[in-house]
């Protein structure tokens, strides 16, 4: 039969274009303005793109000139996410080039304020958004999600956004934050990942009463039918996507220590905000020791605030302390912790089991100040959420016991900095080796410029990722977050260490998270935790793995 009758030649003409529509609307695809002529032509792009033929790095310029006009801090972020939405690739040729510049952005501190107003600057989903509502179905959810090499899922139920609170469903912009790094820092490739919200409601009424807020609107369930959940979406993930590492994120201390404790043997899986922000934090604590040419298992640590991150940072420098050689209950005799309701001591009857270990006998004390003329640290470590709460009487505190007291404050975002790196400083005379969670721009003291050092868990739960997804790894274990401080801290430089940084520059990101998932993966195959057998050269095959932003060659459809 002929099918030259016009309506047929029309539908024929209408489904090439659509087939040139979907190149340019799938990100993964779209290669914009930089098609080359004979693909214009072979995938009928010719017209649906201006004439000129650009190459990527023009493509970076254009973007680059029209981010930094961006007067504001989330006007960059919505601009970089769009970019992301239509072209993966030129997105992570933008970040990677310009990782010092954008990270902020994409990620904290910018990424705390996109979660507090997400409802507002939805464009398109992406990631899975698991509801409450679609108990017994978790597994259908998760196969619709287009990929199925997924080998690093990040999941938040949005319980406690960085130091924000309870943000539900607007704390997607975690998971997608933070698996745009797993892909700018470490290489893994993007269509490998996903990020997933668990929706069991929320307790902000600010948000249930937004006619905007796009989770779902009752309060947070709890007990049994959260774990029911919870164990629903692990048992589910683990059959659809068996090879997936799972990354626990910004779930609240009630629920974060238990269900990493729950799963840590059983599943690949691991806490950041508990063991990343450890590992970065202990590679910030090796650097500074440097310095103040000490040992980890004699200095005294005070932290203020108990939850996950502080207890997490707590253990990992016990671990390392045993490692010097150090008695473990001596080792944990020399951390001490500062709660809302003052010093965790042994006489308190209203500690949590995550904090007992650190309950030491002494007299009960209200507040930080008491703590430190009392305690007298070498380590002053804030992981309270509290802003300002390293005073200027307290720093000067810390200065006046020791000569280069260390000084981390390691909340986020930087509006939760328990003090900036200038007060730091300034108060100290200079003296103080600092480190914080947020960047800080460098500071002028007496002549003398000082880059303050960020405790970035981009430092290193990248490069754990690429480590664990390289070797297949079946769990993961309190040594490889060991053995990424140990890697970190043997990049930063004593040029690094003279500038008062305490890390490497985030410009050799790429390289660092290659070095750590070497370290990762060594750990991996040393204790037969995967079935695969060891590379013979493992930082080349590691390397080789990592994704590259470059455009491809189009296979015709």
């Known amino acids: 039969m002929k099918t030259n009758h016009p309506s047929c030649r029309n539908r024929s003409a209408a489904r090439a274009s659509l087939r040139a529509m979907d190149i340019l609307h799938d990100p993964y695809l779209n290669k914009g303005t930089a098609f080359t002529e004979a693909e214009r032509k072979r995938f009928g792009l010719l017209g649906l793109l201006p004439p000129q033929v650009c190459t990527i790095e023009e493509q970076v310029q254009r973007v680059l000139e029209n ?11 919505i601009m970089l996410t769009a970019l992301q939405d239509r072209n993966k690739t030129l997105f992570y040729r933008v970040v990677m080039d310009n990782i010092e510049e954008t990270m902020p952005v994409i990620y904290t501190p910018v990424v705390g304020q996109a979660c507090q107003v997400y409802g507002h600057i939805f464009r398109q989903p992406k990631g899975l958004y698991v509801s409450r509502d679609y108990c017994g179905h978790v597994k259908t959810i998760l196969r619709n999600w287009p990929g199925r090499d997924i080998r690093v899922i990040v999941v938040t139920d949005g319980e406690r956004i960085l130091g924000l609170g309870d943000l539900g469903a607007n704390g ?37 009463k937004d006619p905007l807020y796009l989770g779902i609107r009752r309060k947070r369930i709890g007990g049994a039918e959260y774990d029911a959940f919870v164990d629903e979406f692990i048992r ?57 040419d000490g040992k980890l298992k004699d200095q005294t640590i005070l932290f203020l605030g108990a939850g996950e991150a502080a207890t997490g940072i707590a253990d990992l420098c016990v671990s390392a302390a045993v490692a010097e050689g150090a008695d473990r209950e001596a080792a944990r005799r020399r951390c001490w912790f500062v709660d809302s309701k003052g010093l965790v001591e042994a006489g308190r009857t209203d500690l949590a089991p995550h904090k007992k270990n650190y309950a030491h006998r002494h007299a009960p004390l209200k507040d930080l100040l008491a703590a430190v003329r009392s305690v007298k640290p070498a380590i002053l470590i804030g992981a309270s959420g509290q802003p300002k709460a390293f005073t200027r009487e307290i720093v000067a505190e810390m200065a006046r016991i020791n000569r280069r007291p260390v000084v981390f404050a390691l909340s986020n975002p930087t509006s939760k900095a328990e003090c900036s ?22 500071h002028t003291h007496r002549g003398r410029t000082l880059v303050p050092g960020q405790a970035n868990n981009a430092y290193v739960f990248p490069g754990i990722g690429l480590g664990v997804a390289v070797s297949e790894a079946k769990r993961v274990t309190d040594e490889m977050f060991f053995a990424a401080a140990k890697t970190l801290a043997e990049m930063t430089s ?16 790429r390289e660092i998270s290659a070095r750590i998932a070497a370290a990762v993966a060594d750990v991996v195959y040393k204790r037969g935790l995967t079935s695969q057998p060891r590379p013979r050269h493992l930082l080349e095959h590691i390397r080789k793995a990592q994704y590259q932003p470059v455009y491809g060659k189009l296979a015709k459809r």
């Open 494 to 509: 004593s040029k690094d260490l003279a500038q008062g940084r305490l890390f490497p520059a985030l410009a050799h990101i």
């Open 236 to 292: 589910a993930a683990r059959e659809v996507f068996p090879k997936a590492l799972i990354q626990f994120e910004d779930f609240a201390n009630h629920n974060a220590f238990r269900l990493l404790d729950k799963y840590r043997r059983e599943i690949c899986t691991f806490n950041d905000d508990i063991q990343g922000t450890a590992a970065v934090t202990l590679a910030g604590l090796y650097s500074a020791l440097r310095v103040t």
């Open 67 to 77: 981010f930094r006009r961006v007067p504001d801090g989330l006007g960059q972020y």
């Open 421 to 442: 790196a200038q007060e730091a400083y300034d108060w100290s005379d200079g003296r103080a080796i600092f480190a914080s969670g947020s960047p800080f721009p460098p």
């Open 172 to 208: 997607m912009g975690i998971p997608v934050g933070k698996l745009s790094l797993y892909t700018a820092c470490a290489g893994i490739p993007p269509d490998q990942t996903l990020p997933v919200v668990l929706d069991v409601g929320t307790n902000n009424e600010s948000l249930l």
